[in-house]
């Protein structure tokens, strides 16, 4: 490797900062190759995980000679592209003289990718400044992925369907964390999802959950968990609480689509004491994993009825439900089209499969993004990748430092 100085490395490293600023996000592919290139190594190239997260997708490059490579895109499973998305750490591999890196592309603890870095020689200096590189791509592939479409269009293998693309735009990214908490989330079937919603958000001591499923798989099913997921926020950011958020999402759902039921769990996650906070409104239970086991019927609690229900429906006051956490606990939220699945010959994919596969997950280490899109995997298989209902998965980790 071309040796450059700690003053050349800084340099370098400015002049791509400085040059994303007005950059259009088909560049971004060249000035990440070029980046690397003036840091000693001998090119890089960018890839994408797609929306199911079974492919990694190679962003778009309008340099003649960045075209075509790779178009297909790299399987996430059995490659050391995979492995390094999968496991979150750089691997390397080397052939007749050369070598290459395969580093994650992470935005905060969501995993966007990979970076391929070609190399004349490994060491700890190509592995600082691939890491290096690879932090700064991530950076500018978020930052320009809200105002384009070419991130979009990089990452799907079909169009989506007009309640897909509803739903998709209010929600957050699938994985978010600090030192002391992990949410993760999955949403299948992904390009026509239809009355499923998920949100997550930290607050200041706080990990708030929400998982939301619409009656019926139709644009007004994707508007009601759209009117949900908003009024969620909406609430949350003016201080309500729990009762509240459930409250407005009710009052909302029968001013604005009515007749339209809506079941719920909204849950807050202490960060710093591990008291988890939830309300019912006709859902699925919540599964409590602890030291890789289910706790039978820890978070079981009497449902509510669900909202959107009306005025012929006397609505009760909303309770809260509390349970403390040990550190490491998970806890897991789904709706019922995952636990209803079927196969082609009827076999229910059910609560006990869907235990035995993140406790199974758990046992391994794995982490609860790469746990929770195995098991995603897992249930699309079980029906011949043809969800007949929507199916949301929500796994919350508390792992404080301490």
């Known amino acids: 490797m071309t040796a450059v100085d700690e003053a050349g490395f800084g340099r370098v490293i400015g002049v791509f900062l400085e040059a994303s600023h007005d ?52 399987a996430v499973e059995g490659t050391l592209a995979g492995w390094a998305y999968r496991t979150m750490s750089p691997r390397e591999s080397s052939a007749d003289g050369r070598v290459e890196l395969w580093l994650p592309l992470v935005d905060g603890v969501e995993r ?15 592995l600082e400044r691939s890491r290096t590189l690879a932090s700064l791509t991530a950076l500018v592939v978020v930052s320009k992925s809200a105002f384009s479409d070419v991130m979009a269009e990089a990452v799907r293998s079909r169009p989506m369907t007009l309640q897909a693309e509803l739903a ?24 026509e999802v239809g009355g499923d919603a998920f949100d997550h958000s930290l607050l200041r001591d706080r990990l708030h959950l929400t998982v939301v499923d619409a009656m019926g798989h139709d644009l007004a099913a994707g508007g009601a968990s759209a009117v949900a997921v908003a009024g969620c926020r909406a609430t949350r950011r003016a201080g309500g609480g729990l009762a509240e958020i459930a409250e407005t999402v009710d009052e909302a759902l029968a001013r604005w689509i009515p007749d339209r039921l809506l079941t719920a769990v909204f849950a807050e996650l202490d960060t710093a004491t591990g008291r988890l906070s939830w309300v019912n409104l006709g859902h699925p239970p919540p599964l409590l994993i602890r030291r890789g086991h289910v706790v039978p019927g820890a978070l079981e609690r009497p449902a509510q009825l669900p909202l959107g229900l009306g005025e012929g429906y006397p609505r009760r006051p909303v309770t809260v439900h509390q349970e403390q956490l ?19 010959d009827g076999d229910l994919f059910g609560e006990e499969r869907l235990v035995d596969l993140v406790v199974r997950s758990t046992a391994a280490g794995e982490p609860s993004p790469e746990a929770l899109r195995r098991l995603v995997l897992a249930l699309l298989d079980h029906q011949d990748h043809r969800l007949q209902d929507d199916a949301t998965i929500m796994l919350a980790e508390w792992h404080p430092r301490s």
């Open 168 to 191: 998709w735009a209010f929600m957050p990214p699938r994985t978010l964390g600090t030192r002391n908490v992990t949410s993760a989330a999955a949403l299948e079937p992904a390009y």
């Open 326 to 344: 040990e550190p490491g606990d998970r806890v897991l939220v789904h709706t019922d089209g995952v636990t209803e699945a079927r196969s082609a």
């Open 112 to 126: 966007i990718g990979v970076l391929r870095v070609g190399a004349k020689a490994s060491g700890p200096a190509v």
């Open 23 to 74: 950059l259009g996000p088909r560049d971004i592919a060249g000035l990440v190759d070029d980046t690397a290139r003036a840091l000693g190594l001998t090119g890089a190239a960018v890839f994408l995980a797609d929306v199911q997260q079974v492919r990694l997708m190679p962003l778009p490059d309008d340099r003649p000679h960045g075209a075509g490579t790779d178009e297909e895109g790299i």
